[in-house]
Nanobody, 125 residues
Framework: QVQLIESGGGLVQAGDSLLLSCAPS????????MNWFRQAPGEEREFVAA????????FYADSVKDRFTIFRDNNKNTVYLRMNSLIPEDTAVYYC??????????????????WGKGTLVTVSS
């Protein structure tokens, strides 16, 4: 069973930046796609960004487009989420997810195969 290990969360002020990272426990794991989702207190989990591993195609939620960037480091087998111009509404637990094979739709959490435990991002005003 592949585990996804996230890091990089923390407490920041509005306007600041953060870099989240996610790496699989097995270095040889090659996903079809890697995603970031988030869940704010009292809210449902929502899609943030996705990256198809081979093609490098990216997708973003409208709420983070132009502020967040998802990218990968093939050498480290790691996916990152660069978050700029953070706002209090970005406060949430951020989850990394991976799709290994099979049916996948980029913003559908139900189609993901593996999940990290989440990392908390808190943005103060």
């Amino acid at each position: 069973q592949v585990q996804l290990i996230e890091s990089g969360g923390g407490l920041v002020q509005a306007g600041d930046s953060l870099l989240l990272s996610c790496a699989p426990s097995e270095p040889t794991f090659r996903p079809y796609a890697m995603n970031w989702f988030r869940q704010a207190p009292g809210e449902e989990r929502e899609f943030v960004a996705a990256l198809t591993w081979s093609a490098g195609t990216t997708f973003y939620a409208d709420s983070v487009k132009d502020r967040f960037t998802i990218f990968r480091d093939n050498n480290k087998n790691t996916v990152y989420l660069r978050m700029n111009s953070l706002i209090p509404e970005d406060t949430a637990v951020y989850y990394c997810a991976a799709k290994e094979r099979g049916f996948y739709y980029y913003n559908n959490a139900q189609t993901m195969d593996y999940w990290g435990k989440g990392t908390l991002v808190t943005v103060s005003s």
